[in-house]
């Protein structure tokens, strides 16, 4: 199953690492867009109501679980 906006999360995600050598005004203007993109996410209210999932959090998880299926609860679990 393909989420909407996660492919835009996965490109996001991948200039993130290359911009972390840059300024902290750079590294905010990215997070501000990551936040962006994860608060857009279909399962964003899902995600954020599970025990300490933020931002960062919410973005692995997305960026993770995408284009990816699972058959089963414990297999996405695994």
């Not at 835009?8 to 690492?17: D, F, K, P, V």
């Not at 025990?51 to 699972?70: H, M």
Request: glycine share 6%; proline share 5%.
């Amino acid at each position: 199953m393909a989420v909407a906006g996660t492919g835009a999360a996965g490109i996001l995600l991948a200039q993130l690492a290359a911009m972390l050598k840059q300024p902290p005004t750079a590294r905010e203007e990215v997070l501000t867009q990551v936040e962006a993109l994860v608060e857009a996410h279909p399962r964003h209210l899902v995600l954020t109501s599970m025990p300490a999932v933020v931002v960062g959090t919410e973005a692995r998880i997305i960026t993770e679980v995408a284009d990816k299926e699972f058959k089963t609860a414990d297999h996405l679990a695994s």
